[in-house]
C-alpha cells in the first residue's frame, strides 16, 4: 500500500519561506516521477513543479525562481522549498507519485496547508 505523508506547512509572512516534504511508503521510491500540486479555495489544483527518477525538474510558471523541488532516494522523501512567498501562494499542498510505466497509478497525499499572509 502506497502512502505519501506530507508535512511543512504552516503560516508565513510574505517574503518568507517554508520547506514541504513529502514521505513516501515506496519500495522502488527512486523509479517514481514525483510532483507537487496546490489547490486554493474555490480553484481548481494546480502543478507547480515535477522531478523525474532521473532528477529533471520542471516548475510553473507562477513559481520559478522562487520555488525549489528535490528528492532523497535514500529517504523516500521529496521536498519543495518555497522561497519569496507571496499571498497567492496560500493553498492546500499535496504530494503525488506517479507510478512508471504506460498505466501506472498516481497516487496522492492528503496535503498540507500553507498560507501566506501578514
Known amino acids: 500500500q502506497v502512502q505519501l505523508v506530507e508535512s511543512g506547512g504552516g503560516l508565513v509572512q510574505p517574503g518568507g519561506s517554508l520547506r514541504l516534504s513529502c514521505a513516501a511508503s515506496?519500495?522502488?521510491?527512486?523509479?517514481?516521477?514525483m510532483a507537487w500540486y496546490r489547490q486554493a479555495p474555490g480553484k481548481q489544483r494546480e502543478l507547480v513543479a515535477t522531478i523525474t527518477r532521473g532528477g529533471g525538474t520542471n516548475y510553473a510558471d507562477s513559481v520559478k525562481g522562487r520555488f525549489t523541488i528535490s528528492r532523497d532516494n535514500a529517504k523516500s522523501t521529496v521536498y519543495l522549498q518555497m522561497n519569496s512567498l507571496k499571498p497567492e501562494d496560500t493553498a492546500v499542498y499535496y504530494c503525488k507519485a506517479q507510478q512508471p510505466g504506460a498505466w501506472g497509478n498516481n497516487y496522492w497525499g492528503q496535503g498540507t496547508q500553507v498560507t501566506v499572509s501578514s
Open positions: 515506496i519500495s522502488a521510491f527512486s523509479s517514481y516521477a
